[in-house]
């Protein structure tokens, strides 16, 4: 049984460019939520989707950060007009609903 | 709003000695609370999740315990090895918090040979 899937594990992007992250989770597992990493920080909690649904997006700013997980096929975040202050890791998890959750090994992205 | 505090931040050890991580938390209603190992440059490796009706839960050399009311976690490790070696994160889901896990920053372990 495959783990949580994460893709690409490191993406460079320039300032003004979009990046898109991609997030496969555990099979069984319907509950998705992404965390940021940001250097010398602890993950920070970002959005929490089931399939086709947002249930909680406290966490997104509010601007240029969208995220969706549709009937079919991965999780994705998306991040519009990078700017370097979105330079950080960006980990999935995914679980079953109120239990464990399983953490993907992340994407690191670097906005130069 | 739910804060969690993992103090020291980081500890240096010799292999071989037993270790007590400390982790705490403001808001006493919650759901569970896992410990976590993250390897540098890895993603996170479930160690121990304890619900909110328990005590304690034990994995090999590790012992979690969970003391709700007082907000208060800790993780022992016995016999400490250079494979335990990573940062331990404590996170918890608070009722009423959709789910999400609010994460302490960590704590970095050194186990020296």
């Known amino acids: 049984n495959a783990g949580v899937m994460q893709n690409p594990r490191h993406l460079v992007r320039r300032r003004g460019q979009e990046a898109r992250l991609r997030c496969s989770p555990m099979k069984g597992h319907s509950h998705v939520y992404w965390y940021r990493q940001l250097p010398e920080e602890g993950l920070k909690f970002m959005v929490y989707?089931?399939?086709?649904?947002?249930?909680?997006e406290s966490g997104m700013p509010k601007e240029r950060f969208s995220a969706e997980f549709p009937k079919e096929g991965p999780s994705i975040l998306r991040i519009q007009q990078v700017v370097r202050g979105d330079s950080a890791a960006y980990f999935c998890?995914?679980?079953?609903?109120?239990?464990?959750?399983?953490f993907g090994p992340g994407t690191r992205l670097l906005v130069l | 709003k739910q804060e969690v505090t993992q103090i020291p931040a980081a500890l240096s050890v010799p292999e071989g000695e037993n270790l007590v991580l400390n982790c705490s938390f403001t808001?006493?209603?919650?759901?569970?609370l896992q410990w976590f190992r993250q390897d540098p440059g890895k993603g996170l490796t479930s160690l121990l999740l304890i619900q909110s009706s328990q005590r304690e839960q034990t994995s090999g050399r590790l012992n979690a315990s969970l003391d709700k009311s007082s907000g208060r976690s800790t993780l022992y490790i016995a016999a400490s090895q250079p494979g335990d070696s990573a940062t331990y994160l404590c996170a918890v889901q608070t009722q009423g918090g959709s789910e999400k896990l609010v994460f302490g920053k960590g704590m970095k372990l050194t186990v020296n040979p």
């Open positions: 998890a995914s679980s079953r609903g109120s239990e464990t959750q399983y």
């Open positions: 808001d006493s209603a919650i759901y569970n």
């Open positions: 989707l089931q399939k086709e649904n947002i249930i909680d």
